[in-house]
Every structure is written in structure tokens, then in C-alpha cells.
């Protein structure tokens, strides 16, 4: 049976190349979708994800990473003195204009914070390192946006909110949603660039780390009993509502799912469509079969194989096409993720596609005449 669908199956290579390329086309394009999805989710929440805190302290009401709203300086000094705080940081985060070496203008986002601490830190430094930041006027900004920002190398000078800058390096991959990328400088500098309403609101989040043996949620409790005007998220909840809230409450996730969920529609109907075609093309082929003697059972293992035979090569052809747009989008402003579980996902997805295309084309077959092999 398993020569029999296989030499059936590589017959006719034209139409074999024929239900490749579909295959392919399909899985290539659900890939695409949605790893653009997992990748706008990433980016909208990645300083947070690699902030390594505990918790974070936000102005009450500020629900997502890119408001923040600065508060008094004081609340740090009462964060410190909480019982299960191990460290705390103050931490930056507003938007500011980027004047660049030719005079354009453009929006960026400054993230201040205090180069040698263990939270908050600028992550995928590739020139330069983050203890440069120690250096007078300095910043880091990430090498996809060189072109945006109109640098080129380390120690061009740019000038941020009237004061001047100087790149003392690049990182790589640290992608912002908005079209504001991020530029990181130290705390005290930031506030500078981003000049605050005042010198006594001057903090937009406070970072804190809890104690060994101190559960964060504990802590988070007690934070939130002995500040006001202040909410307190776990690392994971000020992530989760960001996330909700660039892909969910603007309708910029919504629409990349939905163009996902609509690729996945348009690659299962390819799918059928081709094995079905390659099914009635080999009609005749059946019908001997049948006139033969082979029952519907041995027609359904027959049909079933051949289709998880190309969904294995359609799948192994697709993971090297999506593997270079991959690569491809890990240089451009919006990345494509491909994570082991969704290739393993994609794999059992190429099965079930394919099998339940032939097990469209089985009812047509298993109503086969056999008569119908020895008409003209």
C-alpha cells in the first residue's frame, strides 16, 4: 500500500510540483501572518519583558508602557524603605524630538536609566556598552533605525530636546512599535532631553526587585497599601496589558490576527483545492483499484498517505522559505517570529490540512462505478 501512494503520488511529477506549491504557498503565508502577530506582541511590551523587575510602580491610571506619566521623586525614597524591597531604580520613559546631523526632526522615545544596575538595562549591545552611558551627553539607539535617525557610527552627534547627544553605541533588535524608536540615556540625562513639568515630578516608573524569600506578590500588596496615586503590576501583568492594549484596544493586532486568521482560511482552501485536483486527475486509476477489489478502507490509506506524504515535503519546503523572510525581517522595522512551538504547530497544521483535503476527495472516490475504467 505504501509503494502504491507513494509511486502514485510521484507519477505525474508536474502535478506533484503542482500540489507542492500549494502546500507550500499556504503554510509559507499562515507563517508569515502569524509571525508578524507574535512579533507586534513582542515588540509592544520588549523593555518591560527584559526589565528584569519584580514589579513596577506606574502614575495610577497609566495602563501601558508608553504613557508613562511622571510622579514625585519622593515615592522612590518610600518604595526603598518598604520592608521585602532588595533594590529599587528610577526609570524613564517619554517622548522627545531627535534633531538630526542634516536638520530633520524626528519623535523618539528616551529611556533613562542608571548603566550598572540590574533592572532596566538596554539589552543586544553590539558597539559600545551600556557603561558608556556614563559619558557625558551619551546615548544608545539600535542599529535598524541608523537611517531614520541619520547616524552612521559611534560619536556622531545628533541633538535631543536642545541639548546636544553624542551615539556611544547601538544595540540591535530593540524595536518599538510606535514610529518613535528608543533612545537610551542615563536617568539624569533623560530628564534633560525630555524636560519633565517640573524638578520634583521626574519619574515615570519606579523598578523594584523583591528580597530573597519575598514573593512579588506580597509585595506588590504591601507597595499598594503604603503609596497613593500610584498603581503596582508584577512584570508579567504591566506586560500583559500592554500587549492588550497596542494589539487589542487600538485594532492594530486585531487587523494583523485577522489577516493571520484569513491566511490560514485561504491556505486550507489552497490545500484542498490542489489535492483534491490531484485526486480526480488519478480518478481512473481508482476505479481500477476498485474493479480490482480494493475496498474503502484500503482507498482510504492510500489517499491518507499520499497526503501526509506531501504534507511532510510541502512543510520541510516552507520551513526554508519562511526560514529566509525570517532572516530577512530580522533587518527591517517589523520582525516575523518563528518560535520552536510554532514550527512544530505548523507541522501537525500541514498534516491536518492535507488529510482532510483527501478525506474531501475519499467520498468521491469511494462512490467510484468500477464499470467506469472499462467505458470509452
Known amino acids: 500500500m505504501g509503494l502504491l501512494a507513494r ?10 510540483a503542482v500540489t507542492l506549491t500549494g502546500i507550500v504557498f499556504a503554510l509559507v503565508l499562515i507563517i508569515v501572518q502569524f509571525g508578524l502577530f507574535l512579533g507586534f506582541t513582542t515588540t509592544t511590551s520588549n523593555n518591560i519583558d527584559h526589565s528584569k523587575a519584580d514589579l513596577w510602580v506606574a502614575f495610577r491610571g497609566v495602563g501601558y ?3 508613562g506619566r511622571t510622579f514625585s521623586e519622593r515615592k522612590f525614597y518610600q518604595v526603598l524603605a518598604t520592608p521585602g524591597v532588595a533594590e529599587a531604580e528610577k526609570y524613564m520613559q517619554a ?19 542608571r548603566p550598572g544596575s540590574s533592572m532596566g538595562q538596554p539589552w543586544n549591545v553590539v558597539h559600545g556598552s551600556v557603561e558608556s552611558l556614563k559619558q557625558e551627553d551619551s546615548v544608545l539607539v539600535d542599529d535598524l533605525y541608523k537611517e531614520k535617525l541619520g547616524v552612521s557610527r559611534v560619536g556622531d552627534r545628533v541633538e535631543i530636546g536642545d541639548h546636544r547627544a553624542r551615539v556611544a553605541g547601538f544595540t540591535h533588535g530593540i524595536r518599538s512599535f510606535t514610529t518613535s524608536p528608543f533612545v537610551y540615556a542615563t536617568f539624569k540625562q533623560s530628564l534633560d532631553y525630555t524636560n519633565p513639568v517640573s524638578g520634583e515630578d521626574s519619574v515615570a516608573y519606579i523598578l523594584v526587585k523583591a528580597a530573597p524569600g519575598v514573593k512579588p506578590a506580597d509585595l506588590k500588596k504591601r507597595l499598594g497599601e503604603k ?8 512584570t508579567a501583568e504591566f506586560s500583559r496589558r500592554t500587549r492588550f492594549y497596542w494589539m487589542f484596544t487600538t485594532g492594530a493586532g486585531l487587523a494583523v490576527l485577522t489577516a493571520a486568521l484569513m491566511g490560514l482560511v485561504v491556505g486550507v482552501a489552497v490545500v484542498a483545492q490542489t489535492i483534491y485536483a490531484a485526486t480526480v486527475d488519478h480518478i ?3 476505479g ?12 482510504y490509506r492510500v489517499l491518507i498517505e499520499q497526503a501526509v506524504w506531501s504534507a511532510a515535503l510541502g512543510y520541510a519546503l516552507a520551513m526554508v522559505v519562511a526560514h529566509f523572510i525570517v532572516e530577512a525581517s530580522q533587518r527591517g522595522g517589523a520582525a516575523i517570529l518563528m518560535p520552536v512551538e510554532m514550527k512544530i504547530g505548523m507541522f501537525a497544521l500541514a498534516i491536518l490540512m492535507c488529510v482532510a483535503a483527501a478525506l474531501v476527495s475519499i467520498n468521491k472516490v469511494t462512490k467510484l462505478d468500477p464499470a467506469m475504467v472499462f467505458r470509452g
Open 227 to 234: 503609596l497613593s496615586d500610584v498603581d503596582v503590576y508584577t
Open 65 to 67: 508602557f508608553d504613557t
Open 95 to 113: 517622548f522627545a524630538r531627535w534633531k538630526r546631523p542634516d536638520g530633520r526632526v524626528e519623535s523618539i522615545q528616551i529611556v533613562g536609566v
Open 284 to 286: 481512473r486509476e481508482y
Open 7 to 16: 509511486r502514485n503520488l510521484f507519477h505525474d511529477r508536474v502535478r506533484f
Open 288 to 299: 481500477t483499484l476498485k474493479a480490482m477489489g480494493a475496498t474503502n478502507g484500503y482507498l
